[in-house]
């Protein structure tokens, strides 16, 4: 009895999501260890336990593979900082919520060393601040219109407002390393010049 075509195809394709998966998950962990500039692509293969051919099958190059792997972290803090935000009983609690748990997440070495630090330099500023937009700008820019409809912030276009929010925290986030509680307490005092008395 011969096996289905389709099935062959559909292992096939496991396999490869598994080698993909495989790599992604490898260069994470050492990305957030060493940084991206001091961990080879060799490095990664090996951990990965699959072969360099496999590498630039799935990735044009390190780069290609570290864009993978940073869009893969913002997802997980995106869902992270959604997930505390929905905890406040109100848009300004869950405002807080959010931002709380965001500026918690900075201090994950994987966070900072992948989003905030290597993010920048390896993608450049310009694709780096529309991919951590994609991820955080829309909800943060509906977090403050509902604010802004229950009355608690001045009424404003959201939109930019958000983008010099999420630009504010990515600042305090990585100053929160060097910084520690301080740049925490910054970042509500700012938050805090928003409320409405």
Known sequence: MSIPSSAV??????????????????????FARHGYHAT???LVVQEAAVTSGALYHHFADKR?????????VERDLAARVLSAALTGLD???RLENGVAEYLRACSDPEVRA??????????????????????????????LAGAMRTGLIQRRP??????????ALAAAGLAAGEEGEAAADSAFWLLGRLRED
């Open 9 to 30: 195809r559909r292992t096939q394709s496991q396999r490869s999501e598994s080698t993909r998966g495989a790599l992604i998950a490898s260069a994470r962990a050492l």
């Open 40 to 42: 080879p692509a060799e």
């Open 64 to 72: 290609e593979l570290f864009r993978a792997v940073f869009e893969a």
């Open 91 to 93: 848009p300004w609690a």
């Open 114 to 143: 992948i989003v905030l630090v290597d993010g920048p330099s390896v993608l450049g500023w310009e694709e780096w601040r529309a991919a951590d937009a994609a991820h955080h700008l829309r909800p943060l820019a509906a977090a």
């Open 158 to 167: 959201a939109l930019p407002l958000a983008r010099v929010l999420i630009g």
